[in-house]
Each structure stands twice: as structure tokens, then as C-alpha cells.
């Protein structure tokens, strides 16, 4: 019987509340597959695939003694209890299928089995499935969720090289000598960064504020033409991220222009980032940085914001702050009692406005089952008073953004996702 030690960079996830559920939310649509068909691809793949102790968690639920956590493997675990058909009516539309993304994302995962489950929506527009994943950050964190959700397409796909497309890990391509000066500059930075980050003033604007109610609302672009990014940042000697990063930036200033109000003079965001070594494989298991990012919000042309943007990673990617924010969050959890280290971490994150991930995909349509995959998309949980989650991925030649909020900050995320698809005409003129 597995019985393992919750570890404190796992455990700093165990931490849901009634406004923020720590979550991770996937939406996958492929061509029409039923239930049967996925449980046995789920069971062929994952649990019986050529290296199924990556995945062991997902048999694991969590069980308490004293002070500590534990995985502990469910001994009724059964995949007809976590892959189960949707219970909504009139999932019919698009709209459908957001509003009941929504809805599912307020509600808590059974405690008393593993923290994870599957609901399949069969038919929707034109035939489409649309499965809604639904894991606990405590079992992984975004890279493991994308290494899970690929395991299971048809042919193998892994990428070890970070959260966000131009973004090495933070050891990558570094020789002995550099990466012992890393070693001696990471203990050194961190009381800096630790105090650049407790005195940044908190984002004050209608999207990061107001008292969030738990009630979330979902809505993501139509798949966007990936090559207008990449010329776009070819003409201004970018990167993808760069200017994928830039238009959240756009996005958000255009949606508060809208509604009468004025941007702050820049937007803080919470970009994860991987920290894990290269050719380390992907798991089950959280190995990242929670990174704060300045994103420009006035900045007069769509030109001069990516350049900003451009400016602000290269100085980070240069930096150690990736392994130093890692570094802290596990001392706190590790070093304090869990009230105080919870506190601490909710006031650093609280500064930010949203929550905004980047991941590239393969540059070729993917098939699960031997049915088409036409979209993915997944947000990570936000904390504290962050009601705000952006997710961005890109394959096979297209690009999507996903927008999760509360509603007391987006009544309806449509309007910001008009405002992303806006961005990219923009980039289109370009």
C-alpha cells in the first residue's frame, strides 16, 4: 500500500478557499467520443501506458495525521467513479458549455477519493465532445496537467522546456562554471527579491479590487492564426511570448477603456514558471515559480508595448528570481506554521491582477482515440483576491486564449475575450 509524504511544494496547494478552489480547469474538444471509449484510453495510456508510475497520484487520495499530509493510494479506485458523463441540460452551444464550465468551477473535488475527475459533454456544436478536467493543484501543476492530457492523444508529445514559449527553464544551457555561479547567486538575490516584491503597491483597478464571491465565469477566443504572432515578432525582433504577453496587456486596457475607466500605469501579473532541470521528465508533482511580471498598460502603440514586455522577460530569463521565488515558497511552508506561511504568501500574490499562463503545443493537428482534437485549454487556480485567469496555447498553427474570472470582476469574460481577438487584428496590421 503507497503511503507517501505530502511535500511542502505540493502542500502549499492544500490551501482552497471559499473563493478560490485550488483547481486546475482544462477544457479539451475533439471530434464525438463517448464515455466507454475514453475510460479505456485513460486506463490503456495513463495507467498502462510505459511508465504508469508518473502518473500514481491520480490513484492517490489525501489522508491527515497530525499536522501532516499524506498520499495514500485509494484502495476503491475506479475510473467509472472520475470519468463520468455530464449532469447539465441543454448542453447544446458553445455558451452551453462555458456557463457549465463555470458553474463546475466553484465546486469543490470529493475529499474522500482522489482529487481529480473528468465530465464528458458528448455531442455539442457540429458533433464536438468537450471533456472538462478538473484535477487538484496539490497533484501537479500545469506542466504535469499538459504532459497528462497529452500522454493520452495518439502520438507522444513532451516538452520539458517551460511554462511560457521563450522561456528556457532557469538552468538550461548553462556550463559548470555558470551554473555554480547560479548556486552562489540565488542565496544572495533573495533577500532583494523577497523585498522588491513586499513593496510593490497591489493593482487597484475594476479587474483586481472588488471583493470576489466565488461565482466564476468562462469564455475563450475562437482558434487565432498563429503565424500573424510570429510575423508580427519577426518584424519587431521579439518572441512569441513576448508578444502573446503584450496582448494581455492590450486586452486588459482596451476592456477597462470600455467600461469608462482609466488603466493603472502597468498590470501585475503572476506568471508560473518552470523551474524543473532540463531532461528532467515530466510527473505528477508541482516544480515552479510563481514569477510576479510588470506588463505595460499605457504604453502609446502595440509596437512600443511589446518592446516593453520584450525588455522586462529578457531581464528576467538573465535573472534568478525564478529559482528564488521556488526557493521561498517552499521555506515558507516548510519553516512556518501553516497559518502564518499561508497569510504571507496570499499578501505577495494579492498584488497581482490575474494569473496568466503560456504554453506551446505541437505544430501538427493531434488525435485522441482517433478522433480529432480541435482545442485545448487550461487555467491554473488564482489565489488570495485574484479573480482572474488568462490561458494561452497554442498547436498545430493556431493560438487560443481562455479567459476564467469571478463575475464580481467579469460579469461576462466574453467582452475581455473580444478585446484578445482585437489584439490580434492588431497585430494583423502590423
Given at each position: 500500500?503507497?503511503?507517501?509524504l505530502?511535500?511542502s511544494?505540493?502542500?502549499?496547494?492544500?490551501?482552497?478557499?471559499?473563493?478560490?478552489l485550488?483547481?486546475?480547469?482544462?477544457?479539451?474538444?475533439?471530434?464525438?467520443?463517448?464515455?466507454?471509449?475514453?475510460r479505456?484510453?485513460?486506463?490503456?495510456?495513463?495507467?498502462?501506458?510505459?511508465?504508469?508510475?508518473?502518473?500514481?497520484?491520480?490513484?492517490?487520495?489525501?489522508?491527515?495525521q497530525g499536522?501532516?499530509?499524506?498520499?495514500?493510494?485509494?484502495?476503491?479506485?475506479s475510473?467509472?467513479?472520475?470519468i463520468?458523463?455530464?449532469?447539465?441540460?441543454?448542453?447544446?452551444?458553445?455558451?452551453d458549455?462555458?456557463?457549465?464550465?463555470?458553474?463546475?468551477?466553484?465546486?469543490?473535488?470529493?475529499?474522500?477519493?482522489?482529487?481529480?475527475?473528468?465530465?464528458?459533454?458528448?455531442?455539442?456544436?457540429?458533433g464536438?465532445?468537450?471533456?472538462?478536467?478538473?484535477?487538484?493543484?496539490?497533484?501537479g501543476?500545469?506542466m504535469?496537467l499538459?504532459?497528462?492530457?497529452?500522454?493520452?492523444?495518439?502520438?507522444?508529445?513532451?516538452?520539458?522546456?517551460g511554462?511560457?514559449?521563450?522561456?528556457?527553464?532557469?538552468?538550461?544551457?548553462?556550463?559548470?562554471?555558470?551554473l555554480?555561479?547560479?548556486?552562489?547567486?540565488?542565496p544572495?538575490?533573495?533577500p532583494?527579491?523577497?523585498?522588491?516584491?513586499?513593496?510593490w503597491?497591489p493593482?487597484?483597478?475594476?479587474?483586481?479590487?472588488p471583493?470576489?464571491?466565488?461565482t466564476?465565469?468562462?469564455?475563450?477566443?475562437?482558434?487565432?492564426?498563429?503565424?500573424?504572432v510570429?510575423k508580427?515578432?519577426?518584424?519587431?525582433?521579439?518572441?512569441?511570448?513576448?508578444?502573446?504577453?503584450?496582448?494581455?496587456?492590450g486586452?486588459?486596457?482596451?476592456?477597462?477603456?470600455?467600461?469608462?475607466?482609466?488603466?493603472?500605469?502597468?498590470?501585475l501579473?503572476?506568471?508560473?514558471?518552470?523551474?524543473r532541470?532540463?531532461?528532467?521528465?515530466?510527473?505528477?508533482?508541482?516544480?515552479?515559480?510563481?514569477?510576479?511580471?510588470?506588463?505595460?498598460?499605457?504604453?502609446?502603440?502595440?509596437?512600443?508595448r511589446?518592446?516593453?514586455?520584450?525588455?522586462?522577460?529578457?531581464?528576467?530569463?538573465q535573472?534568478?528570481?525564478?529559482?528564488?521565488v521556488?526557493?521561498l515558497?517552499?521555506?515558507l511552508?516548510a519553516?512556518?506554521?501553516?497559518?502564518?506561511?499561508?497569510?504571507?504568501?496570499?499578501?505577495?500574490?494579492?498584488?497581482?491582477?490575474a494569473?496568466?499562463?503560456?504554453?506551446?503545443?505541437?505544430a501538427?493537428?493531434?488525435?485522441?482515440?482517433?478522433?480529432?482534437?480541435?482545442?485545448?485549454?487550461?487555467?491554473?487556480?488564482q489565489?488570495?483576491?485574484?479573480?482572474?485567469?488568462i490561458?494561452?496555447?497554442?498547436?498545430?498553427?493556431?493560438?487560443?486564449?481562455?479567459?476564467?474570472?469571478?463575475?464580481?470582476?467579469?460579469?461576462?469574460?466574453?467582452?475581455?475575450?473580444?478585446?484578445?481577438?482585437?489584439?490580434?487584428e492588431?497585430?494583423?496590421?502590423?
Amino acid at each position: 500500500m503507497m503511503r507517501e509524504l505530502i511535500s511542502s511544494n505540493d502542500a502549499i496547494w492544500l490551501q482552497d478557499s471559499d473563493t478560490n478552489l485550488m483547481v486546475i480547469n482544462a477544457v479539451i474538444i475533439t471530434d464525438h467520443m463517448d464515455v466507454p471509449t475514453l475510460r479505456r484510453t485513460f486506463q490503456e495510456r495513463i495507467f498502462e501506458g510505459p511508465d504508469p508510475a508518473r502518473f500514481q497520484r491520480l490513484r492517490c487520495r489525501i489522508t491527515e495525521q497530525g499536522p501532516l499530509s499524506y498520499w495514500e493510494v485509494d484502495q476503491d479506485f475506479s475510473l467509472a467513479r472520475h470519468i463520468v458523463p455530464a449532469r447539465g441540460k441543454n448542453l447544446k452551444s458553445l455558451a452551453d458549455v462555458q456557463a457549465y464550465v463555470g458553474r463546475m468551477a466553484n465546486r469543490k473535488l470529493k475529499e474522500d477519493r482522489p482529487r481529480w475527475e473528468i465530465k464528458v459533454i458528448e455531442r455539442f456544436e457540429d458533433g464536438a465532445t468537450a471533456l472538462l478536467v478538473r484535477i487538484h493543484h496539490s497533484i501537479g501543476d500545469g506542466m504535469a496537467l499538459v504532459s497528462l492530457m497529452f500522454a493520452l492523444m495518439d502520438e507522444t508529445w513532451n516538452r520539458t522546456d517551460g511554462m511560457a514559449k521563450g522561456s528556457l527553464p532557469p538552468l538550461a544551457g548553462l556550463s559548470a562554471m555558470q551554473l555554480l555561479q547560479r548556486a552562489v547567486a540565488i542565496p544572495l538575490s533573495a533577500p532583494g527579491v523577497l523585498l522588491r516584491r513586499l513593496a510593490w503597491f497591489p493593482d487597484s483597478s475594476h479587474l483586481h479590487g472588488p471583493e470576489l464571491t466565488g461565482t466564476k465565469r468562462v469564455a475563450w477566443t475562437e482558434p487565432l492564426d498563429l503565424q500573424v504572432v510570429k510575423k508580427a515578432k519577426d518584424l519587431i525582433g521579439a518572441t512569441v511570448n513576448d508578444v502573446l504577453m503584450a496582448s494581455v496587456s492590450g486586452a486588459f486596457s482596451t476592456y477597462l477603456a470600455r467600461k469608462g475607466a482609466e488603466a493603472p500605469s502597468r498590470f501585475l501579473i503572476s506568471m508560473p514558471v518552470n523551474v524543473r532541470h532540463p531532461g528532467m521528465p515530466l510527473r505528477c508533482e508541482n516544480k515552479f515559480a510563481a514569477v510576479p511580471l510588470e506588463l505595460p498598460a499605457r504604453a502609446p502603440h502595440t509596437t512600443h508595448r511589446i518592446l516593453a514586455v520584450k525588455e522586462r522577460l529578457d531581464q528576467l530569463k538573465q535573472s534568478t528570481t525564478p529559482l528564488v521565488v521556488y526557493g521561498l515558497q517552499r521555506a515558507l511552508l516548510a519553516f512556518l506554521p501553516d497559518i502564518i506561511s499561508r497569510n504571507l504568501i496570499d499578501f505577495l500574490a494579492n498584488k497581482c491582477t490575474a494569473v496568466v499562463t503560456n504554453v506551446a503545443g505541437p505544430a501538427h493537428d493531434i488525435a485522441m482515440a482517433g478522433r480529432k482534437v480541435r482545442s485545448i485549454l487550461f487555467w491554473v487556480p488564482q489565489r488570495a483576491q485574484i479573480g482572474i485567469g488568462i490561458s494561452i496555447l497554442s498547436f498545430a498553427g493556431k493560438v487560443q486564449v481562455g479567459v476564467i474570472a469571478d463575475k464580481a470582476l467579469l460579469p461576462d469574460p466574453a467582452h475581455l475575450v473580444e478585446a484578445f481577438e482585437e489584439e490580434f487584428e492588431a497585430l494583423r496590421r502590423l
